[in-house]
């Protein structure tokens, strides 16, 4: 084989590793909340920015007492909450919006999500049947749910209902949202002591082998160039 003909092979070789460097987006940019009151939050998420409003006061911060305790462990690792579906990281420790009322919130993004995660804590309660209603103004499905921070977190403890609803018995999970979003109206019901959520959204990797695969053709490449040389 000529020199010419190497160096194109080599380069033929290059284009088709690069190919697959668009891998599926599993590891997430969960939302930095840097001020939240009662009626309001307001946060980053990367470059996007992130505003929940209420007109009522039942937004009461990000933790039941204060932000010293990561609400957002995964405690059986055969049942992650978070990481048992397409995703890879669990939200950020300290980081959520909590609810302890009836409430109907609005978030608004600055730029269209085009796969928008929620992330939710503790939704209802399991040991008294305490159901707690989600209901959203776009389509969603639930991309985990698994066990929580609390013991009592129940596996499949959700049921979908008509609309876009989705009712919870100590629910730990996550929600997907595949249409892009620029705003989201959902309501809470009935009341109940605590539960929170946060948002995220995808962040395009490239897979290690990949990778492994693309340092290979530049490799090959430096070597053709060398002989030629």
């Not at 990949?210 to 002989?227: E, K, Q, Y």
Request: aromatic letters at 10%; proline letters at 5%; charged letters at 15%.
């Amino acid at each position: 084989m000529t020199k010419s003909k190497t160096r194109s092979a080599f380069l033929t070789l290059l284009a088709t590793l690069a190919l697959p460097l668009s891998a599926n987006a599993d590891l997430i940019t969960w939302t930095d909340w840097t001020d939240i009151t009662n009626t309001s939050a307001t946060g980053m998420m990367g470059d996007i920015s992130v505003r929940v409003t209420s007109s009522d006061s039942y937004i009461n911060g990000p933790s039941q007492t204060e932000c010293g305790t990561n609400w957002w462990t995964e405690p059986d690792a055969t049942n992650p909450a978070y990481t048992g579906g397409s995703i890879d990281n669990a939200p950020t420790p300290c980081e959520q919006v909590g609810l302890d009322s009836v409430v109907q919130l609005t978030a608004t993004f600055s730029s269209p999500v085009d796969t928008l995660y929620m992330a939710i804590l503790s939704a209802g309660r399991f040991s008294s049947a305490y159901t707690v209603t989600y209901d959203f103004d776009a389509a969603f499905s639930v991309d985990s749910d698994g066990v929580g921070y609390w013991s009592g977190g129940n596996p499949g403890g959700y049921t979908l209902g008509a609309g876009d609803t989705i009712s919870m018995n100590e629910f730990h999970g996550v929600l997907a949202f595949n249409d892009p979003i620029t705003t989201l109206t959902f309501s809470t019901s009935p009341n109940e002591y605590w539960h929170a959520f946060t948002f995220g959204t995808a962040t395009s990797v490239p897979e290690p082998g990949t990778l492994a695969l693309f340092g290979l053709g530049l490799l090959g490449i430096a070597a053709a160039r060398r002989r030629k040389a």
